[in-house]
Each structure stands twice: as structure tokens, then as C-alpha cells.
């Protein structure tokens, strides 16, 4: 498993692509289009980490009851079959593996009931 991006739930995605980019210096490092919205992962460009904005409005059926006050970690898993398994032989509470948006994920919990996503690698 490694490090993927942190995910900051947002109100006004464009806006805060644009201060991240322009104020901050940030690139934007991909777009993908899910349920009618756009998503944006910025970051330097000369890092592997990135922040994804996710619009708070895609957010409102949150199938894994995510924290949407609290940004997400997210993680990529070459196997992510076999990494369900481990962690959940290790005991950790882990969701299902669905597919969101074309990637296939799954959620797992940490001890004060936070929860991150582990993604199949694009």
C-alpha cells in the first residue's frame, strides 16, 4: 500500500482549485468527471501527493458514512482483493469493495472512527 492523496470535501470546488493553482502554486494533476461534477486533484508539480476537491453536493448520499467535515487520506493498493483481506484479518473494520465513479475502493476505519479509502491504482 502507499500514500495516494488527501481529499477535502469542499463547497465551492472551482474556487478553491483556482487558490490552490493560483495562490498557492499548485498544478492541477487531473480532472475526472463523477455524477455531473468535476474533480480536481491538485498539487506541486515536482510531488507524487495531491489534494482531490470533492464538491460536498457529490457527497450527499456518502455510501461509506464519511466524515465530510474531516478530509480523507486515501490510499493505492496494487491488490486491492488481497489488501481487504489483510486488513481485515488484522482486525480492522473495512467496507465492502464497490466501485465509485470507475474506480474500484473500499473504506476502512482507524480506532476514533475515521474512515479512508483504498483505491485500485488508475
Known sequence: MRFGYVVLYVVDPERCRRFW????????????????????????????????????????????????????MCFHAADLD???ARLRAAGVEVSEINEHCGTRSFAF???EDRWFAITAPA
Open 21 to 72: 493553482v493560483e495562490q498557492i502554486g499548485m498544478v492541477v494533476k487531473k480532472t475526472t468527471e463523477a455524477g455531473g461534477f468535476a474533480v480536481a486533484q491538485v498539487g506541486f508539480a515536482d510531488q507524487d501527493a495531491a489534494l482531490e476537491l470533492v464538491p460536498l453536493a457529490l457527497m450527499r448520499d456518502n455510501p461509506d458514512g464519511l466524515d465530510l467535515a474531516t478530509p480523507s
Open 82 to 84: 488481497k489488501e481487504h
Open 109 to 111: 476505519s482507524d480506532p
